[in-house]
């Protein structure tokens, strides 16, 4: 049985507020379901991410926190003019990171990252998340670079812009290794060229239950990690970077 700390994975109840973004509306997928789908994992923790969908709502995370209890931790959406008292009380519930969704929206726009990763960083020592095409990476890359903890979603998504993102890995920008269904990229050679950068950067997720990607997660994702890296390489993706990112 592979241990994993999933690092990216949604969860989806629709007894909470969802929004329709860019025409679409997700099926549930609520924590009984992620459960069942990692049945066969020993899943150690891992990351519940607010998606475009959820919007700045934070009564489901705050109900899947509990729910899935010990070691899960939260990346959240928020405006940029919310209360210092709002971040320091999501931050007890085990909210750990702000996301910027450049890809899909929802989210506050990233021309406000520079002022919010700091400020939610300074307060309550969370870093910041962007879902972005990493081809899009040079245009705040001199921000990025400055900021005191970034990742970087889903292996930032396309071959175009992957030596950019190698750039900032080599600057200390972690990545998920997430998503394989929805890039464009070849995911072995990927893995291994940021691993060899910086071995501490990449971190695994199932990216459950992988709304609008071309494929979704299956368990041989977890062993394409295996065939990219030696196994105690593999353990430092799998779970060991993560652990280090959200829980020390």
């Not at 996301?99 to 506050?108: A, D, L, M, P």
């Not at 977890?222 to 959200?246: H, M």
């Amino acid at each position: 049985m592979r241990t994993i700390f999933d690092a990216h994975l949604h969860i989806i109840d629709p007894r909470f507020p969802l929004i329709e973004n860019q025409g679409f509306l997700p099926d549930a997928f609520t924590c009984n379901d992620y459960l069942e789908k990692v049945r066969d994992l020993h899943i150690i923790g891992g990351v519940i991410v607010s998606g475009s969908f959820q919007g700045f709502d934070q009564s489901y995370l705050i109900d899947s926190l509990r729910k899935l209890g010990e070691n899960f931790v939260g990346v959240t959406q928020l405006p940029h003019d919310t209360p210092d008292e709002e971040i320091i009380k999501l931050h007890s519930y085990g909210v750990r990171a702000i996301r910027f969704n450049v890809r899909r929206g929802g989210s506050e726009d990233i021309s406000r990252l520079d002022y919010l990763a700091r400020r939610v960083h300074e307060l309550v020592g969370w870093h910041a998340e962007l879902y972005i095409d990493s081809a899009s990476l040079p245009e705040i890359a001199s921000t990025l670079e400055a900021l005191p903890a970034v990742s970087v979603d889903h292996l930032g998504l396309s071959n175009e812009g992957f030596n950019h993102l190698l750039s900032l890995v080599d600057k200390g920008v972690r990545v998920k290794a997430t998503g394989f269904g929805r890039v464009e990229l070849h995911v072995e050679e990927a893995i291994r060229s940021i691993y060899s950068v910086n071995p501490d950067a990449l971190m695994f997720g199932t990216d459950l239950p992988s709304t609008r990607a071309k494929r979704p997660y299956n368990h041989l994702d977890i062993e394409l990690i295996y065939n990219a890296l030696d196994k105690e390489q593999a353990e430092k993706v799998l779970f060991k970077n993560a652990i280090n990112w959200y829980l020390t």
